[in-house]
């Protein structure tokens, strides 16, 4: 059981630089989530998406793109990173079945700009 | 816009003592209600939810959260705290039927030994 993986774990990367991270699901559920995690902001959602090609912006979207042409990937890029975009991203799937939307976590992407 | 609070950023407590960690949202209709905690250096793992029924709703490891819909509250407690309960605490709100949940700041707890 596979479960939810990201890639890469860790990655450094420089301003101006365009960089994806990946969020893969074995589950097949029909959200998929990305957060970024920040002392003193916690969990803010990026994007989302309820389904493959559809897709929604979070409470912080600006510099960031997300696509889903497939049910079970969801990437996340930084077109052109900046310092500011340091931090770490968190994955995350639900199913709407039972409308209950539990989350399940991948393990993160610490991503730092230099 | 939906959002969600935290009242206690950082709280450190002695082992055997009672913990309560505020969580309060804004949203007016249906909403579906959870608890995470991140342990050091681990992502996060669902403690508890809250989506219909008894509004009293226990979770793994002895914690157990309230769900207060006139107060707009859904506060985590556990009787007695251990040090391996040292950990950081997101209340979790999830709006309707739309899937989107969005996080409270988190709460890091300290458990002194």
């Known amino acids: 059981d596979a479960g939810i993986t990201q890639s890469p774990r860790y990655k450094i990367t420089e301003t101006g630089r365009q960089v994806t991270l990946m969020c893969h699901q074995t589950?097949?559920?029909?959200?998929m989530f990305w957060y970024r995690q920040d002392l003193g902001h916690g969990l803010r959602l990026i994007y989302y998406?309820?389904?493959?090609?559809?897709?929604d912006k979070g409470e912080v979207p600006d510099g960031y793109v997300v696509s889903r042409s497939k049910t079970e990937n969801f990437p996340l890029t930084l077109e052109s990173a900046t310092r500011s975009q340091t931090s770490v991203y968190f994955c995350?799937?639900?199913?709407?079945?039972?409308?209950?939307?539990?989350?399940?976590f991948g393990p993160g992407t610490r991503l730092t700009v230099t | 816009a939906q959002s969600v609070s935290q009242h206690n950023h950082h709280v450190i407590l002695s082992e055997a003592a009672s913990l309560e960690l505020g969580c309060n949202y804004s949203?007016?209709?249906?909403?579906?209600l959870f608890w995470y905690v991140q342990y050091p250096g681990q992502h996060l793992q669902l403690l508890l939810k809250?989506?219909?029924?008894?509004?009293l709703v226990k979770g793994i490891k002895g914690f157990e959260a309230e769900f207060i819909k006139s107060k707009f509250s859904f506060n985590l407690r556990k009787p007695s705290v251990q040090w391996s309960d040292t950990a950081e605490y997101f209340c979790?709100?999830?709006?309707?039927?739309?899937?989107?949940?969005?996080f409270g700041q988190g709460t890091t707890l300290q458990v002194k030994p």
């Open positions: 979790g709100v999830c709006s309707g039927n739309t899937g989107k949940l969005i």
């Open positions: 589950w097949s559920h029909s959200y």
């Open positions: 949203y007016g209709g249906t909403v579906n």
């Open positions: 809250y989506f219909s029924g008894d509004p």
């Open positions: 998406s309820a389904a493959a090609d559809i897709t």
């Open positions: 995350a799937s639900s199913d709407d079945r039972g409308n209950t939307y539990e989350q399940y």
